[in-house]
């Protein structure tokens, strides 16, 4: 079956990196779009990045354009989530998704969902 699980979560100080890794078991992984969302309790799961296979598009929240950046290795069927700069604000669930083109930030648009990984920031 599909395996998407994440890793590299934490807690860091403001202004510190965590980088992000999201394997992908089971699908044929180059074939699809890959995203990574965020959810706060009580409020709704943000979108973060997505990449489609080929590289060529990637979507980015306005609230970390220029922080994170988001890559693939589909030799590795991996997903990354460099952030850098890191806010408080940025503290969530990070989790990783996979559905199919085209490349689109809508959460509906994912068919296959990891469990998550913490990152805490403090100030």
């Known amino acids: 079956q599909v395996q998407l699980v994440e890793s590299g979560g934490g807690s860091v100080q403001a202004g510190g990196s965590l980088r992000l890794s999201c394997a992908a078991s089971?699908?044929?992984?180059?074939?699809?779009?890959m995203g990574w969302f965020r959810r706060v309790p009580g409020k709704e799961r943000e979108f973060v990045a997505s990449?489609?296979?080929?590289?060529?598009?990637?979507y980015y929240a306005d609230s970390v354009k220029g922080r994170f950046t988001i890559s693939r290795d589909n030799a590795k069927n991996t997903v990354y989530l460099q952030m850098n700069s890191l806010e408080p604000e940025d503290t969530a669930v990070y989790s990783c998704?996979?559905?199919?083109?085209?490349?689109?930030?809508?959460?509906?648009?994912?068919?296959?969902w990891g469990q998550g990984t913490q990152v805490t920031v403090s100030s």
């Open positions: 998704a996979a559905g199919p083109p085209p490349n689109r930030r809508s959460p509906l648009a994912y068919r296959f």
């Open positions: 089971g699908l044929a992984f180059s074939s699809y779009v």
């Open positions: 990449i489609n296979w080929g590289v060529s598009s990637t």
